[in-house]
């Protein structure tokens, strides 16, 4: 069956220093959606791309959608502490399918 | 708008008990998602609506598991019986006009089973 990855599955870093995610599907995604839960927390809706190749910045945040739409990734510059939280991309495959990433979690270290 | 509701914020249960999991979308949403989330497996979706009609529910993991959606305010995911193994938080979500758009999540039910 269709599956997302996602590497790494964990990441520490120094508040400061910059962080990526990436997103790998074995199939051709209709489009990427990029989701933070915070712990303890639920899924809080960050983005959707739909075309190849597309990049969106939300400040320090960009997203990038790859030409072939199986793959993603989500940059962070300047890691803060408030970025603390479990990325998950998520995206629509063939068919009816909607499938999330394994997610990365990421701590942020004062 | 109060954003989608699921109650009860916290189950626990003994093993062979019947749960049952409660959601209300968002107010005029078409499309009502049901997902567990475990350290292991992760946040898989269990089954999706639209127009209160069930789409696909191959994320369903067994017969023990049942979802209906009476109306388009209310959805109830039902295990029958329950097991140690269910044990997870469950995640309601609802989004509008199509399965790509954004998705609003519930706060979710951590559901323990002993």
């Known amino acids: 069956g269709q599956q997302v990855m996602q590497i790494p599955q964990y990441q520490h870093v120094q508040e400061g220093e910059d962080f990526t995610t990436y997103c790998n599907s074995s199939t051709t995604l209709s489009n990427i959606q990029w989701y933070k839960q915070r712990p303890g927390g639920h899924p809080v809706f960050l983005i959707q791309?739909?075309?190849?190749?597309e990049v969106k910045k939300q400040k320090r945040l960009t997203f990038q959608f790859g030409e072939a739409k199986k793959n993603s990734s989500l940059h962070i510059t300047a890691t803060q502490t408030t970025d603390v939280g479990t990325y998950f991309c998520?995206?629509?495959?063939?068919?009816?399918?909607?499938?999330f990433g394994t997610g990365t979690s990421l701590t942020v270290i004062p | 708008d109060a954003g989608v509701i699921q109650s009860p914020r916290h189950e626990v249960t003994e093993m062979g008990q019947e749960v049952t999991l409660r959601c209300k979308p968002i107010?005029?949403?078409?499309?009502l998602f049901w997902y567990r989330q475990t350290m292991m497996r992760g946040l898989e979706l269990l089954i999706y609506f639209n127009n209160n009609v069930p789409i696909d529910d191959s994320g369903m993991p067994e017969d023990r598991f049942s979802a209906k959606m009476p109306n388009a305010s209310f959805s109830t995911l039902k295990i029958q019986p329950s097991e140690p193994r269910d044990s997870a938080v469950y995640f309601c979500?609802?989004?509008?006009?199509?399965?790509?758009?954004?998705?609003?999540f519930g706060p979710g039910t951590r559901l323990t089973v002993l």
């Open positions: 107010s005029g949403h078409d499309y």
């Open positions: 998520a995206g629509k495959g063939t068919g009816n399918q909607f499938y």
């Open positions: 979500a609802s989004s509008l006009a199509a399965l790509y758009n954004e998705q609003f």
């Open positions: 791309l739909v075309k190849s190749g």
